[in-house]
Nanobody, 121 residues
Framework: QVQLVESGGGLVQAGGSLRLSCAAS????????MGWFRQAPGKEREFVAA????????YYADSVKGRFTISRDNAKNTVYLQMNSLKPEDTAVYYC??????????????WGQGTQVTVSS
C-alpha cells in the first residue's frame, strides 16, 4: 500500500509561485513513477505533470509547460511541483499520484487527498 500526502497549497496572486510537495510511504519509492493532476470546480480531473522513477524523463500538459517543473528526491520519498507564473485558471485541487510499477504508459493506482491552490487575479 502506498500513502501519499500533499502539502504546499494556498492562496497566491496571479504571477506568483507555489511549490507543492508530496510525501510518499513505501521503501521502494525510488521505483515509482509519480504524477500531479488537478481538478477545478465543475471540471474533470486533468493531467498536469509526471516524472519517471529516476527523474530522467518528465512530461507536462501543454497548459503548464514552461511554467511548472516536476522533480523528485528519492532520498526523501518526495516529489515536488514548482509552479511559477501562476494564472487564475490554475486554480484547482492538486493531487499527487503514484505508479508503483514505474513503467510507461503510466497507470496511477494511488492518490493523495489533494491540496487546494487558489490564484487570485
Amino acid at each position: 500500500q502506498v500513502q501519499l500526502v500533499e502539502s504546499g497549497g494556498g492562496l497566491v496572486q496571479a504571477g506568483g509561485s507555489l511549490r507543492l510537495s508530496c510525501a510518499a510511504s513505501g521503501r521502494t519509492f525510488s521505483s515509482y513513477a509519480m504524477g500531479w493532476f488537478r481538478q477545478a470546480p465543475g471540471k474533470e480531473r486533468e493531467f498536469v505533470a509526471a516524472i519517471t522513477w529516476s527523474g530522467g524523463n518528465t512530461y507536462y500538459a501543454d497548459s503548464v509547460k514552461g511554467r511548472f517543473t516536476i522533480s523528485r528526491d528519492n532520498a526523501k520519498n518526495t516529489v515536488y511541483l514548482q509552479m511559477n507564473s501562476l494564472k487564475p485558471e490554475d486554480t484547482a485541487v492538486y493531487y499527487c499520484a503514484a505508479d508503483p510499477n514505474g513503467l510507461e504508459p503510466f497507470e496511477f493506482d494511488y492518490w493523495g487527498q489533494g491540496t487546494q491552490v487558489t490564484v487570485s487575479s
